[in-house]
């Protein structure tokens, strides 16, 4: 029994040792803990690494987006000029340059039709040159000729004749000749073999359709607009153009100013610069929806969005970060329009604002160049 109350009072001794050590270090900790938390508390947060960019002054307006898609400027079908049997065509997506031949018919006909009209030309101009030196024979003897006046005059009549004779036969020549050049149908211009209306061994007469040829180097826009909004634009405009991840800057080339009786829109007809697109390709085309007014702008990583409010930080001369809230306006691209406290040239944070406090000092990194549009 005294052993197990030997044993006992050691063991409680043990333990007010043990509390006595735990109470001696708790104590220093906690020290520890309030001394560092005064010192922050004292100091404030540490200074916070953004990148900033400048608020513009800036011309934006807002847009709509309104479908077309991509034409060729040139689209033909290109037809046979002269009749006869198709001996070639060329084939669908060959890309020809102009000038080139794209189709033969069979010149037999033709090439007979020159010759016959070549020797009528060199019988009637005998003729005529018959006809004018015997005419001048007779004048040239006077009244020793013994011929009236009548009879001069018949002389020249039929010598006239015959040289107006000559000239239709040349005429006549001159077209036998076009005629057999037109047995080989040339490209109109540059372009792509799209399709073969005719096929070889048909028999083609003035106006038959052989091919038609695209031009798939020059190419626009086309699209339909409400006049609302083509009231805000006008020939020479750029437009931006968009088909997919793909997009280009295009110039207004004309805007039809008669409107459908049914969907009351207006055609726009745009130039495309030299791309690599489709024709036929959809696209959307970018329109103001009013008269563009100047305004105060900030990139949009600018802004600090919460459920209550918008924001964004303006950092001043001190680097200190300074938060305005802001009503948003206009947007154009990576731009956007901010009603508030903020000037142009006023600095503001792109980068690092999320965590961002009120009146804490920021370090400012390499600044960001302004955003493309």
């Not at 036969?169 to 490209?187: D, M, P, S």
């Amino acid at each position: 029994m005294n052993r197990k109350l030997q044993i006992a009072g050691a063991a409680g001794a043990f333990l007010v040792v043990a509390g006595s050590v735990a109470f001696f270090y708790g104590s220093n900790v906690g020290a520890d803990a309030a001394e560092t938390g005064g010192e922050e508390a004292q100091n404030g947060p540490p200074p916070a690494p953004v990148t900033i960019a400048e608020a513009e002054q800036r011309s934006l307006a807002p847009h709509s987006e309104t479908p077309g898609s991509v034409v060729s400027t040139r689209d033909s079908l290109v037809a046979a000029a002269t009749s006869g049997k198709i001996e070639w065509v060329a084939e669908v997506g060959a890309e020809v340059e102009k000038d080139a031949v794209i189709a033969r018919i069979d010149p037999a006909d033709a090439r007979l039709t020159r010759d016959n009209t070549a020797a009528e030309v060199n019988r009637l101009t005998a003729r005529a040159n018959y006809l004018d030196s015997f005419y001048k024979r007779f004048v040239g003897l006077g009244e020793d000729a013994g011929e009236s006046e009548a009879s001069l005059d018949e002389m020249r009549s039929n010598r006239d004749e015959a040289l107006q004779a000559v000239k239709q036969a040349e005429v006549a020549l001159r077209r036998a000749g076009i005629n057999l050049a037109r047995t080989e149908v040339k490209a109109p211009f540059a372009g792509r073999v799209v399709s073969q209306e005719t096929q070889v061994g048909e028999y083609a007469n003035p106006g038959t359709q052989l091919i038609r040829l695209v031009d798939t180097r020059r190419l626009e826009v086309t699209a339909r607009a409400p006049a609302n909004l083509a009231r805000n634009i006008a020939a020479g405009d750029t437009i931006k153009v968009t088909s997919g991840a793909q997009s280009a800057d295009a110039t207004i080339r004309a805007i039809v100013p008669v409107g459908d009786a049914l969907s009351r829109m207006l055609e726009l007809r745009l130039e495309l610069p030299e791309a690599d697109w489709y024709i036929g390709s959809a696209v959307r085309v970018r329109l103001p929806a009013a008269v563009a007014k100047t305004v105060t702008a900030v990139p949009r990583d600018a802004l600090i969005l919460r459920a209550d409010r918008v924001s964004v930080f303006v950092i001043g001369e001190d680097n200190t970060a300074k938060r305005i809230d802001v009503e948003l306006g206009t947007a154009e691209g990576q731009f956007i329009e901010v009603i508030g406290e903020v000037s142009p040239g006023d600095k503001v944070v792109i980068r690092g604002g999320e965590r961002l406090r009120d009146g804490q000092s920021v370090t400012i990194g390499t600044t960001t160049p302004e955003p493309s549009a």
